[in-house]
């Protein structure tokens, strides 16, 4: 009897499928804030050659390749070489 009081005044527990849900999402978050956040701030002050956005995040996705390992090779052609050529 004393085991349902105390079930019944903590609440339920999460369901499994739900709570790994929430930790995944969880998980994307914290990355996010740990790559992309300091990025977009230098971004933003103007510490960056580029105007676009998108390279930006770009950049925050070959250093999260990066932190897990994965190897990346960026290829600087300049502004008016493309890799066809």
């Known amino acids: 009897m004393k085991t349902v009081m105390l079930r019944l005044r903590n609440g339920?527990?999460?369901?499994?499928?739900?709570?790994?849900?929430?930790?995944?999402?969880?998980?994307?978050v914290f990355c996010l804030a740990l790559i992309a956040l300091p990025l977009i701030a230098?971004?933003?002050?103007?510490?960056?050659?580029?105007?676009?956005?998108?390279?930006?995040?770009?950049?925050?996705?070959?250093?999260?390749?990066?932190i897990h390992g994965v190897p990346v090779e960026i290829l600087n052609l300049g502004p008016k070489l493309t890799p066809a050529r």
């Open 42 to 66: 230098v971004y933003f002050s103007g510490g960056f050659l580029e105007d676009s956005f998108e390279t930006i995040l770009q950049f925050a996705g070959f250093v999260w390749l990066l």
């Open 12 to 28: 339920w527990p999460m369901p499994l499928a739900l709570q790994g849900v929430f930790e995944i999402l969880q998980s994307v």
